[in-house]
């Protein structure tokens, strides 16, 4: 280590910590366990072969998944910092693919992902009375959304989504607010058993309806000729990126509010599994409801399928106005799980920026987290706009395809080499009862990298050929791959500026005041 990485180690500000070991596993599943496993992992499992799918995936999961979340909590827990810390601390001339982690976290995810939280909060309204009536496709693009005709048609911004969108942000300012242990902890406490709840009482009910078997063997039933396609593969991998929030540095900021003494390897495989889990239980809760759907309406289940946002928000509210009995209740309760988990999401993208901010510059945790939800708002209004649906797509596509892989890579080439991952297997060995053997060395060093840069390498030859999404060159390289330059060039600048750390002592962590 640097000199000035021993300073940084230093830091005299006492670090928070988690009350307990679950409040940790809550917390960190929860951010994990998202608006991406529900009805995501489902439809990707459905376009890819049903349950072949979960072949690529599962080897996704063991290639890229648990070493780099082994990775994120290590190197979290060894220097008990931040992302950008933590990097600068490894080498200072690091520290800015640190802050690039931090600013696609908050102004590349989460200004998004809190508007489509936002629709979840209104449909949760608009089941007490299924507003969207005989036609959900209209209600929801026309009427709700009003969908303008191309992405630089930005229109106006939409005032049912902005109320919606203001109680969301409201909600995770509270919460992080609080800080770790009287604000993320104790919502995490609440929402992730909740949500464990929902999504069982969901499944039940979607199981039992008539017709379900048929949506659930269109799940399950593998069809293997699709495993030579490379796009099953590119789908496993980007799915598991997102899906384990890794690459933003979530993980390795929850981690360094860790005590000392832990177990890395079994915390990691408990979040990665658990997360993984999750997705395929809720699975058969949204192919039971589409075999409901599919036999209701003598169509078969592929045409009844919709892509990703269609399928929360078309295909289910017509699903809910088939059924019979409590429907409405149904449809709460899908929209309510819909927003918890991704509430438990939203609050730990905006704790990996605000984290960073804390110990780079020393501002009280109050003063930076209300001024980052308020510019968080703001900024989110552009995906509230007529043209907002477009920009979400392009900038979650370039966000996941280009800059998390990205960045994954780079994770693997400073602890890899230029830590060296031997130092960090020790560490995490060290610290722990389930050791890790020279494979995962292996993995952080070769195989993990590869495999990521085969993915991105694919991305961009498919993509230098057709533009994503069959939008304009235009709209893709100024809305897509232009958020990413410029999140780049503003961790460069705030790389540029000095640590506002003076002290040599590490004091005993404690919960910090608010
Ligand atoms: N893992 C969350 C999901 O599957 O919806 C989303 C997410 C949260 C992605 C945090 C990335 C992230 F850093």
Request: hydrophobic content about 50%; proline content about 4%; charged content about 15%.
């Amino acid at each position: 280590m640097t000199n000035k990485a021993t300073q940084l180690s230093e830091s005299h500000h006492p670090r928070p910590q988690w009350r307990s070991r679950m409040g940790f596993i809550f917390a960190a599943l929860g951010s994990a366990v998202g608006l991406g496993n529900i009805w995501r992992f489902s439809y990707l499992c459905y376009k890819n072969g049903g349950g072949a799918f979960l072949i690529p995936y599962g080897i996704a999961l063991l290639v890229v998944g648990v070493p780099l979340m082994i990775l994120e909590l290590g190197l979290g827990h060894k220097m008990r910092g931040s992302t950008p810390m933590c990097f600068a601390k490894v080498d200072r001339h690091w520290e800015w693919a640190g802050w690039w982690s931090v600013n696609c976290a908050m102004f590349g995810i989460m200004v998004y992902y809190a508007v489509i939280i936002a629709w979840c909060l209104s449909y949760v309204f608009f089941s007490f009375n299924l507003s969207w009536g005989m036609d959900p496709n209209n209600f929801f693009f026309n009427e709700y959304l009003q969908v303008s005709a191309a992405p630089g048609l930005i229109g106006d911004v939409r005032t049912p989504i902005v109320s919606s969108l203001l109680g969301v942000w409201t909600l995770c300012w509270v919460i992080v607010f609080f800080g770790v242990q009287k604000g993320i902890e104790k919502a995490n406490k609440i929402f992730m058993p909740l949500l464990f709840v929902l999504i069982l009482i969901l499944v039940f009910w979607s199981v039992s309806l008539k017709g379900a078997s048929v949506g659930i063997k269109q799940y399950l039933t593998p069809d293997f000729s699709l495993l030579s396609k490379p796009q099953i593969w590119i789908d496993a991998f980007s799915q598991i990126f997102f899906t384990l929030s890794l690459g933003f540095g979530i993980m390795m900021t929850y981690a360094s509010y860790l005590p000392r003494k832990v177990n890395i390897v079994k915390d990691a495989l408990t979040i990665s599994v658990g997360n993984c889990l999750f997705s395929f239980i809720s699975g058969f809760a949204v192919f039971g409801v589409l075999g409901y759907m599919a036999t209701t309406t003598g169509k078969p289940v592929s045409e009844v399928v919709k892509e990703s946002i269609g399928l929360a928000f078309v295909t289910y509210p017509q699903a809910i106005s088939l059924m019979p009995g409590f429907a409405k209740i149904f449809g709460v309760l899908f929209f309510s799980t819909l927003v918890i988990a991704g509430l438990s999401s939203a609050i730990s993208l905006i704790e990996a920026f605000t984290s960073a901010i804390i110990d780079k510059f020393h501002y009280s945790r109050r003063v930076i987290v209300t001024a980052v939800c308020v510019t968080g708002f703001f900024g989110s209004m552009l995906f509230a706009t007529n043209a907002g649906i477009y920009w979400i797509d392009i900038v979650d596509h370039f966000i996941t395809h280009y800059g998390l892989v990205t960045i994954g890579i780079l994770q693997c080439i400073l602890v890899g080499w230029v830590l060296k991952s031997q130092k960090l297997r020790e560490h995490i060995n060290h610290s722990a009862q389930w050791t890790l053997s020279k494979l995962w060395d292996f993995c952080i060093r070769f195989l993990t990298p590869s495999a990521l840069a085969i993915l991105l390498i694919n991305d961009i030859v498919k993509e230098s050929a057709k533009p994503y999404g069959d939008y304009s060159w235009i709209a893709v390289i100024l809305i897509g791959r232009d958020w990413l330059l410029v999140a780049l060039v503003v961790s460069l600048f705030i790389a540029a500026r000095s640590w506002r750390t003076d002290l040599q002592i590490e004091k005993k962590p404690q919960e910090e005041k608010v």
